[in-house]
Nanobody, 125 residues
Framework: DVQLVESGGGSVQAGGSLRLSCAAS????????MGWFRQAPGKEREEVAG????????YYAASVKGRFTISQDYAKGTVYLQMSRLKVEDAAMYYC???????????????????WGQGTQVTVS
């Protein structure tokens, strides 16, 4: 089964940077949609970035475009989210997600993501 394990969260001051990692197992070496989502208390979950794992397509939410970068290491089965110029409003639980492999997926459509990690907390003060 597909498993996703996030790491890299923590506390940072506004203007700082963090890099999140998501290690995928169970289906590596397969092209698929992967994404980073976040949810702050009292707010709906939103996708901040998506990538076609094994390809080149990326997606960014308007709120993070130019500050966040999603990337992949295909050989390691890992997706990263480099977050720069962090703002207080970026604070949230960040989740890595993956679509069901083998089918069509849209990197910007939350409904296509079937597997989720446990989340990693990002605090910005």
């Amino acid at each position: 089964d597909v498993q996703l394990v996030e790491s890299g969260g923590g506390s940072v001051q506004a203007g700082g940077s963090l890099r999140l990692s998501c290690a995928a197992s169970g289906y590596t070496q397969t092209r698929n949609c992967m994404g980073w989502f976040r949810q702050a208390p009292g707010k709906e979950r939103e996708e901040v970035a998506g990538i076609y794992f094994g390809g080149g397509s990326t997606y960014y939410a308007a709120s993070v475009k130019g500050r966040f970068t999603i990337s992949q290491d295909y050989a390691k089965g890992t997706v990263y989210l480099q977050m720069s110029r962090l703002k207080v409003e970026d604070a949230a639980m960040y989740y890595c997600a993956a679509a069901r492999p083998g089918g069509y997926c849209d990197i910007s459509r939350e409904a296509d993501f079937a597997y989720w990690g446990q989340g990693t907390q990002v605090t910005v003060s």
